[in-house]
Structure formats: structure tokens, C-alpha cells
């Protein structure tokens, strides 16, 4: 995730500066680095929307597991109890 946002950093970086050689007059240059300005909002609104979603989801695996490691505490438990009350009922 981390690797992904660098590069989006860097394409970013390069954008700007081939946009800024490349433009001759000042109007042009303004629109472009407007442009530019709304390129890299919307580049960061996507790249804190993948962040959020990457957060879900490894709060919904993090869940899953305390559920199955909870499952298998339980069974453990039933087991033992249905070991012991057989062991009793033989003795």
C-alpha cells in the first residue's frame, strides 16, 4: 500500500514538471497547474479511500479470527466437560 502511494507521489511529480517545462505562457501555465492542483486531490481522495478501505479490511480479519480462536476456546471447553462427566459416569 505504501509502495502504491510513492508511486502515485512520484507519477505526480513528474506530471508537474513536464506540465511546467512544456508551458510557454502564463495563462496556460495557470490552467495547467490548476489542473495539476485537481489532479492531486483527486489523487489523494483515492489514495485515502484505498487506506480506509485496507483498514476494513484488516479490522474484518481481525474479527474473523478472534471469532474462530473463540470457536475453538469453546470447543476445547465442551470437551473437556464431556471427557470429565464420562470418566465420572464409568467410575
Do not use: H, K
Amino acid at each position: 500500500m505504501i509502495i502504491i502511494i510513492i508511486l502515485i507521489i512520484i507519477i505526480i511529480i513528474i506530471i508537474i514538471i513536464i506540465i511546467i517545462s512544456s508551458s510557454s505562457s502564463s495563462s496556460s501555465s495557470i490552467s495547467s497547474i490548476s489542473s495539476i492542483i485537481i489532479f492531486i486531490i483527486i489523487i489523494i481522495i483515492i489514495s485515502i479511500i484505498s487506506i480506509i478501505i485496507f483498514i476494513i479490511i484488516i479490522f474484518i480479519i481481525i474479527i474473523i479470527l478472534i471469532i474462530i480462536i473463540i470457536i475453538i476456546i469453546i470447543t476445547i471447553i465442551i470437551t473437556i466437560i464431556i471427557i470429565i462427566i464420562v470418566v465420572v459416569i464409568i467410575t
